[in-house]
Nanobody, 125 residues
Framework: QAHLVESGGGLVQAGGSLRLSCAAS????????MGWFRQAPGKEREFVAA????????YDADSVKGRFTISRDNAKKLTYLQMNSLKPEDTAVYYC??????????????????WGQGTQVTVSS
């Protein structure tokens, strides 16, 4: 079992930065792959980034490449999403998620077993 809580969202001007955090509970959370997704009103949940627990391999969506960075601190059971050069189209609710099965496609929501409640990110133009 894992319980995830996101924080760090808010309102920021275009070009600004935010760092989201995902705090996890559960004894084996450090062995989970972690991902970030986002969902804007009226749109499907969209993959943002993921990081594996074995080798820290990173995956990110083309729309955020070069601007967003995912990282994790297993000792603190925290996963981060550093977001730079934010754009109005980045406005969404951001969710962190934990995946148990490393063979799954980490870019798809269905691969994840646990989800946080989400944190709102709003980027003004």
């Amino acid at each position: 079992q894992a319980h995830l809580v996101e924080s760090g969202g808010g309102l920021v001007q275009a070009g600004g930065s935010l760092r989201l955090s995902c705090a996890a509970s559960g004894r084996t959370i450090s062995s989970y792959n972690m991902g970030w997704f986002r969902q804007a009103p009226g749109k499907e949940r969209e993959f943002v980034a993921a990081i594996t627990w074995t080798d820290g391999r990173l995956y990110d969506a083309d729309s955020v490449k070069g601007r967003f960075t995912i990282s994790r601190d297993n000792a603190k059971k925290l996963t981060y999403l550093q977001m730079n050069s934010l754009k109005p189209e980045d406005t969404a609710v951001y969710y962190c998620a934990a995946n148990v099965d490393s063979s799954a496609n980490l870019r798809t929501p269905s691969a994840y077993d646990y989800w946080g409640q989400g944190t709102q990110v709003t980027v003004s133009s």
